[in-house]
């Protein structure tokens, strides 16, 4: 797997340094309402800053198309700056003289947060002039947005392009936790996928499939499979261009490995307080979907996890929002928290019901980045990660 240029690579004490962070937040009512990303970002702008380098923070929040009042990253600032009990200088802009001088003026130690990168129509193109701005204020660029290093964007390919650059602490935890899945893992390996779409995740149970020794379905996707087995699902989400696709996975060298739910919560109608009842996961009636795998399937896909010595987890297996149909991914979860196995958790979703759940500090390592972690195990490069490994023999 990669072999990343790591912070000890870079003469930082007196230099000025930009990060790459991944502070994509949740924001309710113009606050942080989630900041597991900003505590993961900490550890690296911390370790910078102590060495006396000058730290520029970048990131992207949300997904504006030009600037978008609500997704500046203020509260952002405001909450980096109380965890990480350092003051922060906020910026209006991204690049230009106001940021160059901005940056000239601070002093080693110092945080500077820039604003939302993807304010800059050049970020999501990787546009050389936006790229040369960025890189001009700094001796030094380091990634560390796991999150987006699957993008090849200006602020994760353009400046580690004409920087000296090195991984940050989280992307080397990141990377070397993925890899671990990816290379010879210790068996039995079981696979969790859950969430709304097979065709989110039907590359990586492609790739993985002869890799494991178990792949466990829920989530919205198990319906498209079950489907694909003949069984009714009634008014469950199923993915009708995908149904042919899955049954000829499931009838494939591999299919057996993978494991489908018995019985399922099913509800009259998509609604937290929806009527519902346990059925059997073959016949679920005309008139009901699923919102849940049932507890004899928690049960089996718990066995199969307690037994495991590796495990990745993506995507919840119900609608972990709400209570009624929150057992599932409860369950899994506490099943992935007792085991003494190497467990990772992946996926914006399935961290958040880990949160929810207050297991998270069970769990051996849970990812800041879905996408990214999925194309990781697709057997992907990764644009970002491909930038850095240039500089390992400069």
């Known amino acids: 797997?990669?072999?990343?240029?790591?912070?000890?690579?870079?003469?930082?004490?007196?230099?000025?340094?930009?990060?790459?962070?991944?502070?994509?937040?949740?924001?309710?009512?113009?606050?942080v309402a989630d900041d597991f990303r900003i505590v993961a970002s900490l550890p690296t702008i911390d370790a910078l800053r102590s060495r006396g380098a000058k730290v520029i923070v970048c990131s992207h929040l949300g997904r504006p198309t030009g600037v978008d009042e609500s997704l500046r990253l203020d509260p952002v600032a405001k909450r980096l700056a109380e965890l990480g009990g350092?003051?922060?200088?906020?910026?209006?802009?991204?690049?230009?003289?106001?940021?160059?001088?901005?940056?000239?003026?601070?002093d080693a130690g110092t945080i500077t947060l820039l604003e939302n990168t993807r304010f800059e129509a050049g970020e999501k193109t990787n546009d050389p002039s936006l790229a040369d701005a960025l890189a001009a204020l700094a001796d030094y660029f380091v990634l560390d947005a796991f999150g987006t290093a699957h993008r090849a964007h200006a602020t994760t390919v353009g400046v580690a392009e004409r920087l000296p650059?090195?991984?940050?602490?989280?992307?080397?935890?990141?990377?070397?936790?993925?890899?671990?899945?990816?290379?010879?893992?210790?068996?039995?390996?079981?696979?969790?996928?859950?969430?709304?779409?097979?065709?989110?995740?039907?590359?990586?149970m492609e790739h993985l499939l002869p890799r494991v020794d178990k792949m466990l379905v829920g989530g919205g996707m198990c319906f498209t499979l079950l489907e694909a087995r003949g069984h009714p699902v009634g008014g469950s989400l199923v993915e009708e261009s995908m149904v042919d696709v899955v049954a000829d996975l499931l009838a494939g060298e591999f299919g057996h490995k993978i494991l489908l739910p018995t019985d399922i919560v099913a509800a009259a109608a998509f609604s937290e307080d929806a009527e519902h009842r346990i059925v059997p996961a073959d016949s679920i009636p005309a008139d009901m979907m699923g919102l849940d795998i049932g507890p004899e399937s928690t049960a089996a896909f718990g066995a199969a996890v307690d037994d495991a010595s590796s495990v990745f987890w993506n995507g919840p297996m119900g609608v972990f929002e709400w209570e009624?149909?929150?057992?599932?991914?409860?369950?899994?979860?506490?099943?992935?928290?007792?085991?003494?196995?190497?467990?990772?958790?992946?996926?914006?979703?399935?961290?958040?019901?880990?949160?929810?759940?207050?297991?998270?500090?069970?769990?051996?390592?849970?990812?800041?980045?879905?996408g990214a972690g999925l194309e990781l195990l697709e057997g992907k490069e990764l644009p970002g990660i491909k930038a850095l490994e240039r500089w390992n023999d400069a």
């Open 324 to 370: 009624a149909f929150r057992a599932g991914t409860a369950g899994v979860a506490a099943a992935l928290a007792d085991t003494e196995g190497f467990t990772v958790i992946g996926g914006g979703d399935s961290v958040a019901a880990i949160r929810l759940l207050g297991r998270e500090d069970q769990i051996s390592h849970v990812s800041s980045g879905g």
């Open 86 to 106: 350092f003051p922060v200088t906020k910026l209006n802009t991204v690049a230009g003289e106001e940021v160059a001088a901005a940056v000239a003026a601070a």
């Open 165 to 204: 650059s090195a991984a940050g602490l989280l992307l080397h935890k990141e990377v070397e936790a993925l890899s671990a899945l990816l290379g010879d893992p210790d068996r039995p390996y079981v696979v969790i996928l859950g969430g709304a779409k097979v065709s989110d995740k039907l590359a990586v």
């Open 1 to 31: 797997m990669a072999n990343l240029p790591t912070l000890d690579s870079l003469r930082v004490e007196g230099a000025t340094v930009l990060v790459r962070s991944d502070l994509n937040v949740p924001l309710d009512d113009g606050e």
